[in-house]
């Protein structure tokens, strides 16, 4: 192992834990060693993880209900706060029903891997988020890649498989890493066409988009096409936690079926009763997708106009391509002295070659924050060479 490590060290792969902490009452800002970091590499987008009235429902809960739920769901972990929370998420959805679960790591792993097995195929985008891969490998079914957002090439899969007993095809609504969209319209055609399920994974799209934060799916109008809603707390909701909507069939399949439901200690009812209020909040407070919204472009105009590389996306994920590992780590460094957390991201999170900065926005950034960092960004790309002046 260390051999291994010291090799991964030498390519500017090793990665390490450093501690970050929250400045109350900045919920845009983070804090490592001395330092007040505008925090540009959170996935609090619309910054409610410091509301007061989560933080005050989540604290009378914990009086009430108790530290820990002491049991998986099944047994006695199904505490009072679930059926209230999974009422309101179907009916966001516009679903039947809806399950909530411990976090979208353990959603997409428990739901494919009990919705396909051997003899079934999986189509996936290439870009995937890791835990719908590790879903596949864990079903045992087989793993039809298809080039990222590549609709001739996942079509050709789909006829290679056409014989296959359940077919499913899945996708990120977002890119975790990219910040553009899955084509879900035509992956909305295709999955009529071929008889596939389609599942979609709104973790970073999912309070984002929408009228209500519904995600891309209501906002572009396709949600009925979709057979498996999926989504975190963790990012736009500011807390912990996941959800899956669907059928009623659906739900009692996975209650059935999905082993992290059944075999992992359910969420403490403090967190339960906290992603009911943020889930209030997400669907009121429209002017924060409008304000996260005017940031992102703003931010992401500021950037390309400067001759940065940020992709096709749209999104409040901005990453700014680099191409080397250890000049993303430069970049990454530069940019906390002048005050800004960043995060380098490397293979094998992205393909070699691809190393980059992921900046990620939220609601919680002004304007004027926003400005004055692509200012600095500007100078740093200058000075490492990234963009020419
Ligand atoms: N899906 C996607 C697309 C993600 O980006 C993430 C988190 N990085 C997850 C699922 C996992 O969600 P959680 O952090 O709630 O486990």
């Given at each position: 192992?260390?051999?291994?490590?010291?090799?991964?060290?030498g390519?500017?792969?090793?990665?390490s834990?450093r501690v970050s902490s929250?400045v109350?009452?900045?919920?845009?800002?983070?804090v490592?060693g001395d330092q007040m970091l505008?925090?540009?590499s959170?996935?609090?987008?619309?910054?409610?993880?410091q509301?007061?009235?989560?933080?005050?429902?989540?604290?009378?809960?914990?009086q009430?209900?108790g530290?820990g739920s002491?049991?998986?769901?099944?047994?006695?972990?199904?505490r009072?706060?679930?059926?209230p929370?999974e009422?309101?998420?179907?009916?966001?959805?516009n679903c039947e029903?809806?399950l909530?679960v411990?976090?979208g790591?353990?959603a997409?792993?428990?739901?494919i891997s009990?919705?396909?097995?051997?003899g079934?195929?999986?189509?996936?985008?290439?870009?995937?988020?890791?835990?719908?891969?590790d879903?596949i490998?864990?079903s045992?079914?087989?793993?039809a890649?298809y080039r990222?957002?590549?609709m001739?090439?996942?079509?050709?899969?789909?006829?290679?498989?056409?014989?296959?007993?359940r077919?499913l095809?899945?996708?990120?609504a977002?890119?975790s890493?990219d910040?553009d969209?899955a084509?879900l319209?035509?992956?909305a055609?295709?999955?009529?066409?071929?008889?596939?399920?389609?599942?979609?994974?709104e973790?970073?799209?999912?309070g984002?988009y929408?009228?209500r934060?519904?995600?891309?799916?209501?906002?572009?109008?396709i949600q009925?096409d979709?057979?498996i809603?999926m989504?975190?707390f963790?990012k736009?909701?500011g807390?912990?936690?996941?959800?899956?909507?669907g059928s009623?069939t659906?739900i009692?399949?996975?209650?059935n079926?999905?082993?992290?439901?059944i075999?992992?200690?359910?969420l403490?009812s403090?967190i339960?009763a906290?992603i009911?209020?943020?889930?209030?909040?997400?669907?009121?407070?429209?002017?924060?997708?409008?304000?996260?919204?005017?940031?992102?472009?703003?931010?992401?105009?500021?950037?390309?106009?400067?001759?940065?590389?940020?992709?096709?996306?749209?999104s409040?994920?901005?990453?700014?391509?680099v191409g080397?590992?250890?000049?993303?780590?430069?970049?990454s460094?530069?940019?906390?002295?002048?005050?800004i957390?960043s995060?380098?991201?490397?293979p094998p999170?992205v393909?070699?070659g691809?190393?980059?900065i992921r900046?990620?926005l939220?609601?919680?950034?002004?304007?004027?924050e926003?400005?004055?960092?692509?200012?600095?960004i500007?100078i740093?790309?200058h000075?490492?060479?990234v963009?020419?002046?």
């Open positions: 192992m260390d051999k291994e490590l010291e090799l991964l060290a390519a500017s792969l090793e990665r834990l929250p109350f009452g900045s919920p845009g800002y983070t490592r505008l925090n540009l959170s996935n609090d987008y619309l910054g409610l993880a509301h007061p009235a989560i933080i005050d429902i989540m604290h009378r809960t914990l009430s209900e530290a002491g049991a998986s769901r099944l047994v006695t972990g199904n009072q706060p679930y059926a929370l009422a309101a998420l179907a009916a966001w959805q029903a809806s909530v411990a976090n790591y353990m997409n792993i428990g739901a009990a919705l396909v097995s051997r079934d195929v999986v189509f996936s985008d290439q870009l995937n988020h890791a835990s719908i891969v879903g490998v864990l045992r079914a087989d793993h890649r990222h957002n590549d001739e090439h996942l079509r050709s899969l789909l006829n290679k498989h056409r014989d296959k007993r077919k095809i899945v996708t990120d977002v890119f890493m910040g969209q084509p319209r035509e992956l055609l295709l999955k009529r066409e071929y008889g596939a399920m389609l599942m979609v994974d973790a970073h799209s999912g984002v929408g009228k934060g519904e995600g891309l799916c209501h906002e572009l109008g009925d979709v057979d809603h989504g975190t963790s736009s909701f807390i912990y936690g996941a959800y899956i909507c009623r659906l009692r399949w996975l209650v079926k999905a082993r992290p439901l075999y992992s200690t359910a403490p403090s339960v906290g009911s209020k943020a889930l209030a909040l997400v669907q009121a407070d429209h002017w924060r997708r409008e304000k996260l919204d005017a940031g992102s472009r703003l931010f992401r105009d500021s950037l390309r106009s400067a001759g940065f590389i940020t992709g096709d996306g749209g409040p994920i901005v990453p700014l391509i080397d590992n250890e000049l993303a780590l430069r970049f460094s530069a940019l906390e002295e002048v005050g957390a995060v380098a991201i490397r999170t393909p070699a691809t190393a980059r900046f990620s939220s609601a919680a950034h002004s304007e004027k926003l400005t004055e960092a692509a200012a600095h500007r740093i790309g000075q490492l060479g963009v020419s002046s």
